[in-house]
């Protein structure tokens, strides 16, 4: 091959692997998804001011569909933002806490592992403060939140990272916004593994009858943050 031929076909070659390259860098990338501006509240109807959450203790409210629980959480220490990927090896920034500490996060509340969840009657899964005391399961840690099915273990200040048990990737993040004005919290999408294509092919039949119709619909503009200990009867502690 004539000298200039070769370095030309050496340099689309060169070319085309950074390209392939860059392509792939892209797609093991997960980006933010939005899903519309949503006012969280209060029982009373009132948005929710920021500051009268009580730290440590487990909040539930439905995003980005209306049958999808979200827990929402005032850490109370900062949660930094942190590098983490899903079990697919696609990476992601968790952008860490929001309001005056950076210490208030929220995760979808479908576990990674068989999409357990938080029902009005049961919920297996939830954010425990100190170490849980199961002597089969040791805790990972103090305050993580615990599956309580098959022993998953997350850690929230992580971006719910996993810390133990068969989940193989971080809780999808709900992306909160704080207005410093008023108080407010707003979520605006999702960040990481999302789950929701899974969950409702497991769960149509039950969600049919636990929501009705508009289980699948996208949340508008409000969504009700109510206690875990109210939301659900028999929260379950392991
Ligand atoms: S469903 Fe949560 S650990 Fe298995």
């Not at 009132?46 to 203790?57: C, E, G, N, V």
């Not at 209306?66 to 005032?74: G, K, R, S, W």
């Amino acid at each position: 091959m004539e000298r200039r031929v070769f370095v030309e076909a050496c340099g689309v070659g060169a070319a085309s692997a950074l390209a392939l390259m860059s392509q792939a860098a892209w797609a093991a990338q997960v980006r933010p998804k939005s899903y519309g501006r949503v006012v969280l509240m209060d029982e009373e109807g009132r948005p929710l001011r920021a500051s009268t959450l009580k730290p440590q203790t487990n909040y539930v409210f439905h995003y980005p569909f209306e049958a999808t629980p979200v827990f929402l959480l005032d850490l109370g220490k900062p949660a930094p933002p942190i590098d983490l990927q899903t079990r697919d090896k696609a990476r992601y920034r968790w952008p860490g806490g929001v309001g005056p500490r950076a210490s208030i996060v929220a995760f979808s509340a479908i576990c990674a592992h068989k999409l357990v969840y938080p029902t009005r009657e049961l919920s297996f899964i939830s954010f425990r403060k100190g170490a849980a005391v199961n002597p089969q399961t040791p805790s990972k840690g103090d305050d993580l939140i615990h599956c309580c099915a098959d022993h998953s273990q997350y850690d929230p200040v992580k971006g719910a990272q996993v810390l133990s048990g068969p989940a193989d990737q971080p809780l999808c993040a709900i992306l909160l916004e704080h207005d410093a004005r008023s108080d407010r919290l707003i979520a605006t999408g999702t960040l990481g593994g999302e789950l929701f294509d899974e969950f409702f092919r497991k769960y149509e039949m039950k969600l049919s009858l636990e929501v009705g119709p508009q289980a699948r619909q996208i949340v508008a503009a409000q969504s009700v943050v109510r206690e875990l200990d109210r939301f659900c009867r028999n929260p379950v502690r392991c």
